[in-house]
Nanobody, 126 residues
Framework: QVQLVESGGGLVQAGASLSLSCAAS????????MGWFRQAPGKDREFVAA????????YYADSVKGRFTISRDNAKNTVSLQMNTLKPEDTAVYYC???????????????????WGQGTQVTVSS
């Protein structure tokens, strides 16, 4: 029932910034969390960041901590990912994810999440 649409991807040089957005339609619940994952060609989908819908507690992968910031707008059912100081290794397709019943222990696991967006490409050149 939930549909997620990402936007904001593009091609930038190393050190630049990008901001991704995810709009959720049909999200009638006020629990859970939304997050971002990324997947490079030939690699597994990996966790980037997540934010709890109630309270706003954030979680980050070590590789992006201090560079990326996740935020949410509960009223608009949107989440954003501000990416600063981008590196070539950040190049991937970025996916928005949504989970109705959050489990902090499994926050980095793809299996926790119930819904996924189609992805948006982020390319960082050196």
């Amino acid at each position: 029932q939930v549909q997620l649409v990402e936007s904001g991807g593009g091609l930038v040089q190393a050190g630049a910034s990008l901001s991704l957005s995810c709009a959720a339609s049909g999200r009638t619940f006020s629990t859970g969390a939304m997050g971002w994952f990324r997947q490079a060609p030939g690699k597994d989908r990996e966790f980037v960041a997540a934010i709890r819908w109630s309270g706003g507690t954030t979680y980050y992968a070590d590789s992006v901590k201090g560079r990326f910031t996740i935020s949410r707008d509960n009223a608009k059912n949107t989440v954003s990912l501000q990416m600063n100081t981008l590196k070539p290794e950040d190049t991937a397709v970025y996916y928005c994810a949504d989970v109705r019943y959050f489990n902090a222990v499994a926050v980095q696991s793809t299996t926790l999440y119930d819904y996924w967006g189609q992805g948006t490409q982020v390319t960082v050149s050196s």
